[in-house]
Structures are given as structure tokens and as C-alpha cells.
């Protein structure tokens, strides 16, 4: 099971923390992604990150703003958005894969498990 905890309202130029908890799985052996999608637009990977945790990769759209991170000894990730801007609203998704997972990843890559998603929108 994948949930996503921490979306709300911001104002424009805030900063977000989104968390991820997976259950079920070997938290270790599973990588994870994170994606949202905006009403009317398609979905869109933000970045993923290895099972391991050292390995990383963030979209061109958001490098210079968001980052994500993994604990492993905590079963948890996070999706850390800053200077949040108006067109970052979206429902924002958490999802899993077990390794290995190809770094970067192609746009339609496969993740096993997804979490129900979580709103974020920023207020101009």
C-alpha cells in the first residue's frame, strides 16, 4: 500500500513537503517515483529515486526546486518542493517499483504500486 501525506493549500513562493510511506514491500528493494497531473493535462514523472537511496533522478521542469530523498531505516521518501509556483497545482502521486530501476527512466515506465494522491495547490 502507498500513501501520500502532506498536500494542502500554499501560497506562491512557499516551500512543501510531501511524504511517502509504502507497506507491504521490502522498503529497501523498492524504488520510488513521484508524478502529479494537473486537470486537463497528462501525467507528469517529477523524478524517481533507487532503492538504495544513492541514486536520483528529477525532471529538467522541477530540478532547480523540488528534490527527493529516501530513508530507508524510516520506511519513508519525500518530494521537497520549493519557490512553489501557481502551475505546480496538481494532485501529486507517490509510486513504487521494485529494483532495478532505470535511471533516468523512460516517461512510461511501469510502477507497481501507486498511492491515491495527494492535492497541492499554490495560490498566486
Known amino acids: 500500500q502507498v500513501i501520500e501525506y502532506g498536500g494542502g493549500v500554499v501560497q506562491a513562493g512557499a516551500s512543501l513537503s510531501l511524504s511517502c510511506t509504502v507497506s507491504?514491500?521490502?522498503?529497501?528493494?523498492?524504488?520510488m517515483g513521484w508524478f502529479r497531473q494537473a486537470p486537463g493535462r497528462e501525467r507528469e514523472m517529477l523524478g524517481v529515486?533507487?532503492?538504495?537511496?544513492?541514486?536520483?533522478w528529477i525532471a529538467d521542469s522541477v530540478k532547480d526546486r523540488f528534490r527527493i530523498t529516501k530513508y530507508n531505516d524510516r520506511q519513508v521518501g519525500y518530494l521537497l518542493m520549493n519557490s512553489l509556483k501557481p502551475e505546480d497545482t496538481a494532485t501529486y502521486y507517490c509510486?513504487?517499483?521494485?529494483?532495478?530501476?532505470?535511471?533516468?527512466?523512460?516517461?512510461?515506465?511501469?510502477?507497481?504500486?501507486w498511492g491515491q494522491g495527494t492535492q497541492v495547490t499554490v495560490s498566486s
Open positions: 509510486a513504487a517499483t521494485p529494483e532495478p530501476l532505470i535511471m533516468p527512466p523512460p516517461p512510461n515506465y511501469n510502477f507497481d504500486y
Open positions: 507491504g514491500v521490502n522498503f529497501r528493494a523498492y524504488g
Open positions: 529515486i533507487g532503492g538504495s537511496a544513492r541514486t536520483t
